[in-house]
């Protein structure tokens, strides 16, 4: 209790008080009545020494002693990992976390409450500072309790490797790979009144808007084009072939688009708006060409199959910053066609839907409002990136949505001064209510001893933005509800994995 604490510290002081006086007797010679003693001279310097340490400690809480502390009365509370399962107790996915700094210590799971799953999850951090490796840990209990499914972006193909098991049925969208199933985008448009609205979002998916709010002309005239072709590629029974033969052949596609109104946007006559309209399909025909074909015995595959029975898991990856470059636009089409899809079926088998490096695919319409109704959907997200404005440049003004719906939150380390303090914002500035207790104890009976308390009130953060900076690797505060956590975590050991990849030569 409050006052007990007081009055513990108000005796300390009568003892210290007492214990001086007598030393000081003892050094004058005295008895306690001031009675001189005979004492040898060894028993004399103990005591002068004794007496002479006690007496200054004490001169000094003459002057004002004060007694300080401080807690947090609103707001965010740091917690140990300890603390934080007890208080908790959660029965849901986990964060690694070491209980000691020691790097002997295993880490232990801090567990969410499982109805907690559907809020998301987001990691932010440098390069380096272990976004991957918490990934690894997520990805690794969800598998390994069978439950939920998992759609994974794989931008090093790292995660295939330690994890993919094609006998359970995970699929590998990847062009380059000996094994990834011939997929064609016609299957992913629904037949009847159903088909126009379909090649509308494919077309929105393979070319979006390069800033979000703003349509523009040269994003808007390719994706009405694209968007016809695709539905005559349904109507038809064509294939991705047909697809890239009528982008690729300028004789082709102005016979497709004769008797129409979108015939004046690629209209010889206007040279210029021709060739800007013409040019964005020069990056589509690229990437479609790399797609398999389907006189290759692979098994075929379809998004919108999946998403109806979610079977396995789909990893969808690339080698390599230059491959990702080249195949962002078929990536970017597969992630948000599966969004897209997942959101037809109310509450089938729960996915998990992990996106690292979020800002180095194309803007993707579909995830926004995948993320915001996922509830509906048994969706859940894992948002990997670097920094607020990196997904800022992609996103615009739908980054701070995208920023602000996960609920469990893991910060890594980030050198970026800006970022950092967003970071600091983020796990939070509690009000804190600081006590300061005075304490004024005359000597020997000069003046009367007084004690007086004040509450000072102030907002601050509870980690500050330099803390956030020089975090070491794998080391993070990892925030769930008003809660915070420090943590630390090794590498995964259970990365030991024996997919070695065969990668054949692209088309052509």
Aim: aromatic letters at 10%.
């Amino acid at each position: 209790m409050k006052g007990s604490r007081y009055y513990d510290a108000k005796c300390y002081l009568h003892y210290a008080y007492i214990a001086a006086f007598t030393a000081l007797n003892a050094y004058l010679g005295c008895d306690r009545f001031l009675v001189p003693l005979r004492p040898d001279a060894f028993t004399i310097g103990r005591f002068s020494a004794f007496g002479l340490l006690i007496f200054g400690a004490l001169v000094l809480l003459h002057r004002q002693q004060e007694k300080t502390g401080e807690t947090v009365v609103k707001g965010s509370t740091l917690l140990s990992p300890k603390a934080f399962n007890r208080t908790i107790a959660g029965d849901g996915i986990g964060i690694p976390s070491r209980l000691t700094a020691r790097p002997s210590s295993p880490p232990v799971l801090l567990r969410v409450r499982k109805p907690d799953e559907r809020k998301h999850i987001l990691i932010c951090g440098d390069t380096g500072s272990g976004k991957s490796a918490l990934q690894h840990y997520l990805l690794h209990q969800i598998l390994e309790r069978g439950e939920d499914g998992a759609v994974v972006y794989d931008p090093s193909l790292e995660f295939w490797r330690a994890h993919a098991r094609p006998e359970r049925g995970d699929v590998l969208l990847y062009p380059l790979h000996d094994h990834c199933p011939y997929w064609d985008i016609a299957s992913e448009m629904r037949g009847g009144n159903f088909t126009q609205v379909d090649a509308q979002k494919l077309a929105e998916s393979l070319i979006p808007d390069r800033e979000e709010g703003r349509t523009d002309f040269w994003d808007e005239a390719p994706r009405e084009i694209l968007s016809f072709l695709l539905m005559q590629l349904k109507a038809e029974g064509r294939g991705n072939g047909d697809l890239i033969a009528w982008l690729a052949d300028r004789e082709l596609l102005c016979q497709r688009l004769a008797g129409t109104a979108l015939a004046n946007l690629i209209d010889p006559q206007a040279p210029q708006q021709r060739a800007g309209v013409l040019s964005a399909f020069g990056k589509l025909v690229a990437v479609l060409a790399l797609l398999p074909d389907r006189d290759g015995g692979r098994n075929t595959f379809s998004i919108a199959e999946w998403s109806r029975h979610r079977r396995g898991n789909i990893f969808i990856g690339t080698q390599g910053v230059a491959e990702r470059k080249a195949l962002r636009p078929l990536i970017s089409l597969w992630l948000d066609t599966l969004f897209a899809r997942l959101m037809l079926e109310m509450e089938g088998r729960p996915v998990w839907c992990f996106v690292d490096e979020l800002p180095t695919l194309q803007r993707l319409p579909a995830l926004k409002d995948a993320i915001q109704e996922s509830r509906k959907y048994n969706l859940r997200f894992v948002l990997g990136f670097q920094g607020r404005s990196q997904l800022e440049q992609r996103y615009g003004r739908e980054a701070e949505a995208l920023m602000s719906a996960p609920d469990i939150r893991i910060f890594l380390k980030t050198s970026e001064p800006r970022a950092a303090e967003w970071i600091a914002q983020n796990i939070g500035q509690p009000r804190k209510e600081r006590e300061q207790v005075s304490f004024n104890l005359p000597l020997i009976g000069l003046g009367r001893e007084s004690l007086s308390r004040h509450t000072e009130e102030r907002t601050d953060y509870l980690v500050y933005p330099n803390e956030i900076q020089t975090l070491a690797e794998r080391e993070g505060y990892f925030c769930y509800g008003k809660y915070a956590v420090k943590i630390q975590f090794p590498y995964p050991s259970f990365l030991r994995r024996r997919n070695t990849l065969k990668v054949a030569s692209p088309p052509g």
